[in-house]
């Protein structure tokens, strides 16, 4: 992993020495991304740098990084995973490799390859800039899924990029104002939206995509990648048995086990103990990872939070060197250092306990393999089968919807599991669009506080919401909820928030479970295999059933969630009455001061909880103070 910056301006008439000099200031910003080495390469009045986390080619692969004849120089951040085949693909074709690295590769193969087809060439999770001199341009590319981030700003003839926002504001030609229109969606889905961020003219290289700048040419972008669709053409729905899917789902997250094990330095995992991370755990232990280090973090709370007893079941099935943390409330001390590495606001309570699990996995190894992305390919969510659930009473005739509500009220809290509210709240929504009703599933701030904090803005999210999902393809329901949680939250929640709270500590994470090839064969499976009533990631669990525990396989579906209600009703309470309750607090400059004290007593008054609402105004809060805004 590393930090990449750059820009061009010999557009403008900027020299390669004054150039040079803004890049390596943004380099500055980005050194917790790469503490080992920096580097840049410039010329013909353009500079690209990179701070260097060392995980492969540990001798020969500090940066600045070119090819032979010195005319393309490469920065990458992240992993190529096919390196060496590529690499061994190029010898043949007569090029001298300096390096036994990844970054170098990229810069022979620019030689002769569109940007498109570059990108295309690369399997791994990366974020790409090349400058050719020769041709004066600047090619930036960013993996298929976006695990890795990328900004950039163009303006004046002028472009300028950098793997996170504060390496941007860190080049003097780039402004920094607040976009003040992407609240409505922040506080809707707790982050702001590709390309969007809550800095104007600031925006994000789309995932699949490169943006090629040339010599009097706006920036354009390129897409090169899509997000495989069930039933387009080469992706039919596999006939098979569900004993043959499981066996292919093995075989495609064994090897994306193995590719993802190559590395000069220790390498461990997350172990939260659900089906994902102890999937990924027993698949390191066949691979022959030895010693195999694990990590784990939980709560002292009786409210479902904490999970340690179940990472240990599998730590001690596979005998890993264990390491577990246990956070308490005071952790929150932490938020302005969360919102420094997001850069932007973040609803997204979890990067709290992923801070400080990669902060205590980084003192033992350099890499960790995660389960991320395991419930957005095999449908882990309980919103899944709840949408599932909804459709179904929506093809109700009318009359016997509307007397639902009143069967529902006589269900015991108890009932399967405690889904008694959820089925509740479910019945009492029917009526609307699915997609606003899906909307108010996923919401950190619920519809009615958003439209007394913001006014009829706050609506604004909803339409969009509900003009997307009828272009979202599929086959069926939930192949097309799968197609939208891929382009939304895990893009633009679960990998910056993996991204930054790792890069915060120079860790290294990598997801199997987000490989192309295990993605295109869940894609093709019949949904039913995935999920069947309230029976999530059915063919992931037969997939593992002989090297798992049957407590792993058969547990409900925990989120790496933090006791935010209990927090701030108790031990944080008055942290609240002194950021968001405080006359002076900035985000009263945007939303209505007097909505802001509704949520707060509601929530201190106990009827209703509004934990993860009041950590959204809480990051929002932090964030408007350090900008000064």
Same mark, same amino acid.
């Given at each position: 992993? /590393?930090?990449?910056?750059?820009?061009? *301006?010999?557009?403008?008439?900027?020299? !390669?020495?004054?150039? *040079?000099?803004?890049?390596?200031?943004?380099?500055?910003?980005?050194?917790?991304?790469?503490?080992?080495?920096?580097?840049?390469?410039?010329?013909?009045? @353009? @500079?690209? %740098?990179?701070?260097?986390?060392?995980?492969?080619?540990?001798?020969?692969?500090?940066?600045?990084?070119?090819?032979?004849?010195?005319?393309?120089?490469?920065?990458?951040?992240?992993?190529?995973?096919?390196?060496?085949?590529?690499?061994?693909?190029?010898?043949? #074709?007569?090029? #001298?490799?300096?390096?036994?690295?990844? !970054?170098?590769?990229?810069?022979?193969?620019?030689?002769?390859?569109?940007?498109?087809?570059?990108?295309?060439?690369?399997?791994?999770?990366?974020?790409?800039?090349?400058?050719?001199?020769?041709?004066?341009?600047?090619?930036?590319?960013?993996?298929?899924?976006?695990?890795?981030?990328?900004?950039?700003?163009?303006?004046?003839?002028?472009?300028?990029?950098?793997?996170?926002?504060?390496?941007?504001?860190?080049?003097?030609? +780039?402004?920094?104002?607040?976009?003040?229109?992407?609240?409505?969606?922040?506080?809707?889905?707790? $982050?702001?939206?590709?390309?969007?961020?809550?800095?104007?003219?600031?925006?994000?290289?789309?995932?699949?995509?490169?943006?090629?700048?040339?010599? %009097?040419?706006?920036?354009?972008?390129?897409?090169?990648?899509?997000?495989?669709?069930?039933?387009?053409?080469?992706?039919?729905?596999?006939? /098979?048995?569900?004993?043959?899917?499981?066996?292919?789902?093995?075989? *495609?997250?064994?090897?994306? +086990?193995?590719?993802?094990?190559?590395?000069?330095?220790?390498?461990?995992?997350?172990?939260?103990?659900?089906?994902?991370?102890?999937?990924?755990?027993?698949?390191?232990?066949?691979?022959?990872?030895?010693?195999?280090?694990?990590?784990?973090?939980?709560?002292?709370?009786?409210?479902?939070?904490?999970?340690? #007893? $179940?990472?240990?079941?599998?730590?001690?099935?596979?005998?890993?060197?264990?390491?577990?943390?246990?956070?308490?409330?005071?952790?929150?001390?932490?938020?302005?250092?969360?919102?420094?590495?997001?850069?932007?606001?973040?609803?997204?309570?979890?990067?709290?306990?992923?801070?400080?699990?990669?902060?205590?996995?980084?003192?033992?190894?350099?890499?960790?393999?995660?389960?991320?992305?395991?419930? *957005?390919?095999?449908?882990?969510?309980?919103?899944?089968?709840?949408? %599932?659930?909804?459709?179904?009473?929506?093809?109700?005739?009318?009359?016997?919807?509307?007397?639902?509500?009143?069967?529902?009220?006589?269900?015991?809290?108890?009932?399967?599991?405690?889904?008694?509210?959820?089925?509740?709240?479910?019945?009492?929504?029917?009526?609307?669009?699915?997609?606003?009703?899906?909307?108010?599933?996923?919401? $950190?701030?619920?519809?009615?506080?958003?439209?007394?904090?913001?006014?009829?803005?706050?609506?604004? !999210?909803?339409?969009?919401?509900?003009?997307?999902?009828?272009?979202?393809?599929?086959?069926?329901?939930?192949?097309?909820?799968?197609?939208?949680?891929?382009?939304?939250?895990?893009?633009?929640?679960?990998?910056?928030?993996?991204?930054?709270?790792?890069?915060?500590?120079?860790?290294?994470?990598? /997801?199997?479970?987000?490989?192309?090839?295990?993605?295109?064969?869940?894609?093709?499976?019949?949904?039913?295999?995935?999920?069947? %009533?309230?029976?999530?990631?059915?063919?992931?669990?037969?997939?593992? @059933?002989?090297?798992?525990?049957?407590?792993?396989?058969?547990?409900?579906?925990?989120?790496?969630?933090?006791?935010?209600?209990?927090?701030?009703?108790?031990?944080?309470?008055?942290?609240?009455?002194?950021?968001?309750?405080?006359?002076?607090?900035?985000?009263?400059? $945007?939303?209505?001061?007097?909505?802001?004290?509704?949520?707060?007593?509601?929530?201190?008054?106990?009827?209703?909880?509004?934990?993860?609402?009041?950590?959204?105004?809480?990051?929002?809060?932090?964030?408007?103070?350090?900008?000064?805004?």
């Amino acid at each position: 992993m /590393c930090g990449i910056a750059g820009a061009v *301006e010999s557009w403008v008439g900027g020299s !390669t020495a004054d150039t *040079e000099a803004s890049v390596w200031r943004q380099l500055a910003t980005l050194t917790h991304r790469g503490p080992d080495a920096t580097g840049v390469f410039a010329g013909a009045g @353009a @500079a690209i %740098g990179q701070t260097r986390l060392s995980i492969i080619d540990l001798v020969t692969g500090d940066p600045p990084i070119a090819n032979a004849d010195g005319s393309i120089g490469v920065a990458l951040n992240g992993e190529i995973y096919n390196y060496r085949q590529l690499a061994d693909t190029l010898r043949r #074709q007569g090029h #001298q490799l300096k390096t036994t690295g990844d !970054t170098e590769v990229l810069a022979h193969l620019a030689e002769e390859r569109s940007p498109i087809e570059l990108a295309c060439d690369l399997d791994g999770m990366f974020a790409f800039a090349v400058w050719d001199r020769g041709r004066h341009r600047l090619v930036l590319g960013r993996d298929r899924l976006g695990k890795k981030p990328l900004y950039y700003w163009s303006g004046d003839g002028c472009v300028v990029f950098a793997s996170e926002i504060k390496g941007l504001l860190a080049h003097p030609r +780039v402004p920094r104002r607040l976009n003040v229109g992407i609240l409505p969606d922040y506080l809707a889905v707790g $982050y702001a939206p590709t390309p969007d961020t809550f800095f104007q003219d600031i925006h994000s290289v789309p995932p699949g995509h490169v943006l090629v700048a040339e010599e %009097g040419q706006a920036p354009r972008l390129q897409r090169y990648w899509e997000p495989p669709v069930a039933g387009e053409p080469g992706l039919n729905i596999l006939d /098979c048995t569900m004993a043959e899917a499981a066996r292919r789902v093995r075989a *495609e997250l064994t090897g994306a +086990v193995e590719r993802r094990l190559v590395a000069d330095v220790p390498l461990g995992a997350f172990l939260s103990g659900g089906i994902d991370s102890s999937a990924i755990v027993a698949l390191m232990h066949q691979a022959g990872v030895a010693p195999l280090s694990t990590f784990t973090i939980g709560f002292e709370d009786q409210t479902g939070f904490d999970e340690r #007893q $179940y990472a240990n079941l599998v730590a001690k099935r596979f005998g890993t060197d264990h390491t577990e943390l246990v956070v308490r409330p005071n952790a929150t001390e932490l938020v302005e250092d969360l919102v420094w590495h997001h850069d932007q606001p973040f609803g997204d309570s979890s990067a709290l306990p992923t801070y400080l699990l990669s902060q205590m996995t980084r003192e033992h190894v350099t890499v960790a393999l995660s389960g991320d992305g395991g419930d *957005e390919v095999f449908a882990g969510y309980e919103r899944f089968a709840a949408a %599932g659930l909804l459709g179904w009473l929506q093809q109700l005739p009318g009359p016997v919807r509307r007397g639902l509500p009143q069967g529902t009220a006589m269900l015991s809290p108890s009932w399967f599991s405690g889904r008694a509210r959820s089925l509740q709240r479910l019945v009492a929504n029917s009526d609307r669009s699915f997609a606003a009703t899906y909307l108010s599933w996923i919401s $950190y701030v619920p519809e009615q506080w958003r439209v007394a904090l913001l006014g009829e803005s706050a609506k604004n !999210t909803a339409s969009r919401f509900e003009a997307q999902w009828p272009l979202t393809p599929g086959p069926s329901l939930l192949h097309r909820l799968l197609l939208l949680n891929l382009t939304s939250y895990l893009l633009d929640d679960l990998l910056p928030k993996v991204d930054r709270m790792s890069m915060a500590h120079g860790l290294e994470v990598r /997801c199997p479970f987000l490989d192309p090839a295990v993605l295109e064969l869940a894609t093709r499976l019949p949904a039913s295999f995935k999920q069947r %009533g309230f029976a999530l990631k059915r063919v992931l669990k037969v997939a593992m @059933a002989d090297l798992l525990p049957p407590e792993i396989l058969h547990r409900r579906k925990r989120g790496f969630g933090v006791p935010l209600d209990r927090w701030f009703r108790e031990d944080l309470a008055g942290y609240v009455a002194a950021t968001l309750g405080s006359p002076d607090a900035s985000v009263r400059q $945007y939303l209505a001061g007097e909505a802001v004290d509704d949520l707060i007593a509601e929530h201190q008054s106990g009827r209703v909880g509004h934990g993860n609402a009041l950590w959204t105004l809480l990051t929002l809060e932090i964030f408007l103070r350090k900008e000064g805004w």
